[in-house]
């Protein structure tokens, strides 16, 4: 992959205006209060499996619309409360496997790692267990992005994103976990969704943002010809004439929207040869971010950012992080 | 593309046992008698265009569950009742345009084209404008084949087949047709679509059914690697150990258990380098159908089967078919 | 696709240099001259096909030297002379069949569909029947941008404008059409004819040009990667040090030159993600079209243009401009 | 590549019947006959290189029709008439360079390549000089495989054998050549050209042919997916119906029917991996082979064949057979 | 993917003849005592990383001809000695990072990862740290697989399985391993090598050989076109008349040779769409295998094989056998 | 391909700045001192071929570290010495077969055709015959551009440039060759290491560099994403933290440093849709090359540069240097 972005200097400046609705934090205030009135009614079912230095719970609540979303939750034995990380995951995965998921109980975090509805039913490595019960309010393409795009209510990121602030309240629920620490953190879409619940539950610890998605939507579909971007292009080549009605749905989905209200310490990482998340989306909205903040560039990768090395700085951010406060 | 199936005069016999849930008709008798009970509501809206030979409708009615399903309705201006082809639509595409569907109406015919629910979306050439507002049990593959594939009473084709059937009420019901002419047609998705409803709309006066899908699932999983089929196999080998129940529900979806059911006359096509549909598959089903039958058979296409030409020997076949009656 | 060629405003204002050789439109004087020299000879064989709101004529006529050019002609049904559209092919297709060809009838036009020679003997959705008997003063390469390309007397589409401008004669001749109501219309390479013929042809009526091929072959060679501009370029790796003469010859063929010539109404259409016609070759001949004119942007869009969009705002254009006559 | 045909033992006796029209020898007894009646007109151009070791000359002479055909003559300097190896090319590509084919004057021959008409215009190792001016009578697939196809008159691969049975008369004619001992040569389509040469000129001395294109067409087109067989195929799948009157033309044509005629003795060479020319098609053809005969197994191998090792082959083998004189 | 291999049935009694030279277990006796003369000379590195469950060591040792060979041994805090698994790396993949290795740690195991020496360069989601400074007799293909395949001393897998054998004796010395259960595993190439060692080192407690690869070369090679096994193929093609000489180094290193002597227990694992390694080439080496076995067969799946759930499947069949000897 | 790089008035100026390590010359200085202590050993074996005008030898001699390195020479038969051609060879090549080698003869040179060492293993055309018995110092991603990249002493090309300047020497002190007139030459790779010698041995007499590899690094890496130098991205995407250490071992091995030095006459090429080897490296060579030069630029053309035409090209150019001298 050849460079194709703007150069290391100018992405370092790049600070786009931003395309924000009137009622950005109406629309949110608003679902998510909807939200809350519906019990959270999360269900912790321990799963057999022989791993001794942890304990595994096939986790499920009441997301969106009551809609039940599953997860892992995977604690390490411990005296008492511990830190927690809300997992998000990237585009077309699911949940996996509770053994894929022993970093963070290894470095001494429970992890809750939520599934992305509707996704996960053909990622070999990663099967998903979550329906999408709502099928959106127009054809889509096939794949996720455009599922209920021409209206912000009945987008699938509102669900998407309501379920992931409200695994949050599960995790803080937990008596295993110290509710005053926990951190969201993701990759990709997971990355994406990590920065907007960053931004609507203020009172998480920190996120972790890797090579995020979901950012920065119009420079993204016409600088890059891979998916999941395309979706929305081959949508919007089908479906003429909605282009100003998606642009406003986007708006309300719209990372750079959620960095400008992040406020809590954020961890982004960012590739410079990612032609899937493309580094000028990512630079876009870290510079937007208005809490404490770093980012890791990563020069010569493509979408898999840093990869391991990433997660190794993870492990010493947030141990630093954490035993500082 | 080279041949790949069994050889012609194997397809000629090939007539496999059948994999038949015992409630098969109870199923469809029951899902077809819940949506009886619910208003078409059918709405005819002129479409503004100058095409003074025909008139347009935008057609919607409700579908299953009562969902808005669309269409278009184009008729000839001609002083009695016509008869009506009802045509399904191929996997991905939608509806299109009005002006795609005057061939039917320059024969003579009325015709009423149906969105397939959820479809359509990013399809250049054909947009569609129905949503699918249920959006399944489980996460699914990208795609409409897994959506809801757990279950039969959830599975996407189950409203898909009903919205087709109720299309036939549509068409029936409407002034300017013959309600006793009614065709029902389509190629690969729309081929599978038409032979559903010829088997479970016994009424109609024939089916043309090219080159169809969603017909020996079992075989077409395992012969060919091209999608849509493979979207099956990529949820199988994601979502392991649901093998049994996505063959259980796939028996109540199976063209080859409706064209059992098969008593009106009908016109198939098949390719014999199609490796979308293979043609062993459609033989399967051609050689189960009851009814009086023809198939034309083109040695050197793949899955555009016969394309215009087979138009064409629709427009004789039905010619001298409706004009015998 | 992502965008790729000049911003939507500088493409507006793109007007290139022209490369136009001194004795262009002698050339084509001489050429039509030639041509008009031998007998149209055209024949209507009346095709036998049940579509009682149509009549179908499987067309022939003498083209360029004289040879057999096929075609079909569709007519409604009408109690005097209908406008005509005679319609132009895209690269690799041929006339199809009848029943593709049924949109401008049903609109109240006569159509004359004209094969291009030599093309149709492998596009599965539009068979051609007509020959090339000639082929070429050197070697060329797959496809028909080559053929005869080493001088302008000698090249393929010399042959292709000549035929295409003796069809409008076909139809401007023939009883059931308004000869004074003829409109040329074709996308890419059938928009690449049309505009040409326009301008050879002042007396048609309008012009219908959608996504034109043919046009600013020295900035199309240089900034796309895709065929068929790219059968040039691998003409010109092979046969080196032909480039001069490849694009002298080229010179006389150039949708540019045509272009500033045009002076009979417009209708163009150009999508903005074209990578196979790009918008700014498409943009150069528009803003030089010297007669009233109109363009459609496709922001989103491939080279499938406006596809059915486009075709309806056709519909309502004709519909205005010969109304308005 | 894995095994796709046959394996070796069933291979070593594959000699399926042939289908040959009852007047092939008629067909080209006519054809020669009418080639003959024009004046072969070689003109020798010595060609400035600074290649002291040799003599090079731009060779052109009339070929079918009369229409000039060109070749390199390249001829060791030597004290009396040597031996000639006339060359038929491969598929796509023209006689390129005098430089690339040195090898046959190094080892005492003179080599006359010839061109294979048409062909060359985009091949970049080996671009061709020589026209087709003849077009075809019907519409063609890209390429060469098609044009005129419908009629064994009319049909391309006539105009290229003819010219290339005049090919070894030019050879023959010239002062520096031994006229008896003339070898014709080629691989892929080179050694189709070169067994049908063979075949219709039985004077020549040997036929070396690798992995022969041309050759039992039936099978061919059945089993691989690869061009240029597949041009068929796509001509096949476009003009439907035609399928009879093209395997009537290719009768003519196969090599099947001109190794029956083969009285020469031949060197050939297979591939056992070879899905371009599958290695069934390659021994039908020698198992028909009437003269003495070796075949070349090479069995790790796709269409390259034996590459430079065969060639190394043929030098032996052609050094032993004319010694042995 | 399609089924392309054998049906299940005849796989499960597929036990084919093998190729086995007559000094194979003088060869390995040979290689091993060379090696075993090497002082072992393991380094155990701490490695600073916050993860408390575990202990992280930089393991280095002297494998083959004393080259330093690299890997992670994590090993969970525990009281005494603990079982430990060796885990060898897919083809192409290196070492990773400590934290990609925690299951087994989190499952009461130690584990110890090891580099496949050369290899990890250019796979993102695992880099190696090991050279392999002996670069081979002959020219190679891209990859290893062809490194020193012209002599089986020289071979490439010789100094793999030789480093793989020790890291064995590696963790047997360590102080925190029970040397008495030890457990080799690894998927493809790690398969492969696991199976190996199994059946050089008896004393091993149990092998878990998931989708092995250098196993039943010679069919392999015949039925896939997919890399690495077409790496030999390439390696074939291009070094002609080398046939008998690479054919006879893999029979030193074929999996189904060590399957044969294999006498520990051993779970396997298969997928019946693998056409990296097909499912005959892995039922020929389980059919041969010796010891108590089992085998999970996954129909859907290529060759991700079971992925988490057969990984699952070994925490529970580890437990079992481990708890009861 | 359409254009990429710099335009060509841009590139005709474009001489970027170089990174050249302060110790270049000392680098070099010793490596070939150490080379030159050992025996050079050159065996020059009769290889028995019936081409009788001119003699085959099958070369080897001591490379670095004493290696032994293959190669052909082939000499015409004359009366007295003749200047010689070195040729190395294009990247995955070997030296193929003396029939492949017989130009350079024909034109009165002898030639002498380098192996590059461990290439040739799966290269259809030009199989190898040489090892590169030391394997890196570190893992390496497939191919050879990164074998031992992590160190200038232990990268793979200071091995190759070893072997190639002393094959200078071999050529230098056969009986047949004329010393005073040695010529280095190669493409792409090839060229890279013939501009390389060329610098190192200022006694040859000129250099014919054709699209050279290996030459600006940096840029290279940055705006291809075409191997062989992406194999660098891979590297550096896996071993992250190395890019200082392995742009300083480039910088001992950049042709533009080698051009810097370059004083003897020297025939390049260039093509200007390369996006192999991008025009821009291969001007910003040429821009800094010392001596007296000539470019011939092929403006349509990708890495196949100027192919069989650039060889004519020198030809002559040789023919007149060499006559001139």
Redesign the interface.
């Known amino acids: 992959?050849?460079?194709f972005d703007l150069p290391l200097e100018r992405l370092r400046e790049y600070r786009p205006e931003r395309d924000e609705p009137a009622d950005f934090d109406d629309f949110w205030a608003r679902t998510l209060a909807e939200a809350a009135a519906l019990d959270l009614a999360p269900v912790f079912t321990p799963y057999e499996?022989?791993?001794?230095?942890?304990e595994v719970f096939d986790v499920s609540f009441a997301g969106w619309d009551g809609h039940r979303i599953n997860g892992w939750f995977v604690v390490?034995k411990a005296d008492g409360p511990v830190p927690c990380v809300v997992q998000y995951i990237g585009y077309?995965g699911?949940r996996?496997?509770p053994?894929?998921h022993?970093?963070w109980?290894?470095?001494?975090y429970a992890v809750l790692v939520v599934?992305t509805?509707?996704?996960?039913?053909?990622?070999?490595?990663a099967?998903?267990?979550?329906?999408?019960?709502?099928?959106?309010?127009?054809?889509?393409?096939?794949?996720?992005m455009?599922?209920g795009i021409l209206a912000p209510e009945d987008y699938y990121y509102r669900r998407v994103f309501t379920d992931a602030v409200r695994a949050v309240d599960v995790a803080a629920a937990h008596p295993a976990v110290d509710g005053g620490r926990i951190v969201v953190s993701g990759g990709s879409q997971g990355g994406g969704i990590a920065q907007a619940v960053a931004a609507l539950r203020g009172e998480v610890r920190a996120a972790l943002v890797d090579v995020p998605f979901l950012t920065h939507f119009r420079r993204a579909v016409?600088?890059?010809?891979r998916d999941p971007y395309?979706?929305i292009?081959?949508?919007?080549?089908?479906?003429?004439?909605s282009?100003d009605q998606v642009f406003r749905t986007l708006s309300y989905f719209d990372g750079l929207n959620f960095a400008a209200r992040g406020r809590v310490p954020a961890l982004y990482s960012v590739a410079l040869?990612d032609d899937v998340c493309p580094p000028s989306t990512v630079f876009a909205a870290y510079n937007h971010w208005q809490g404490p903040k770093e980012i890791a560039v990563?020069?010569?990768?493509?979408h898999?950012g840093?990869?391991?090395?990433q997660?190794?700085e993870q492990?010493?951010y947030l141990?630093k992080l954490l035993s500082d406060r």
């Open positions: 992959m050849p460079l499996i022989p791993l001794p230095a942890v390490p077309s699911g996996g496997f053994h894929d022993l970093a109980p290894a470095a001494g599934d509805r509707g996704q996960g039913g053909a990622n070999i490595n099967p998903g267990a979550t329906a999408d019960p709502h099928g959106g309010g127009s054809p889509q393409a096939p794949g996720m455009t599922r016409e600088i890059t010809g395309q979706e292009v081959r949508f919007l080549a089908t479906q003429r004439g282009a040869m990563w020069p010569w990768n493509n898999e840093g990869g391991g090395f997660k190794e492990f010493r141990h």
